[in-house]
């Protein structure tokens, strides 16, 4: 965190949208089971699910809030 706090002083933006940047990078775990406690908790239990069924959807909802944490981060 503190090389993020650094970068960002370096290029003499706000530290703020790095950080918000890292951490919201950090939690998009949705296209693997493992990447989330709660998502191999869904994949383990006998529910059907196959790791291509959390590639297929984990996909787009990965790719939506890339692009709405870039918006947003970019108006801030």
Not at 27 to 50: C, E, Q
Not at 56 to 64: A, D, N, P, V
């Amino acid at each position: 965190m503190l090389r993020v706090i650094h970068v960002a002083q370096s290029l003499k933006t706000n530290p703020r949208l790095f950080d918000l940047a890292m951490a919201y990078g950090c939690s998009l775990a949705f296209m693997t089971p493992l990447g989330h406690p709660v998502n191999t908790i869904f994949w383990s239990w006998d529910r059907g699910y196959k790791f291509s069924d959390f590639l297929r959807e984990g996909y787009w909802l990965t790719l939506i809030l890339i692009v709405t944490i870039l918006v947003l981060i970019a108006v801030g």
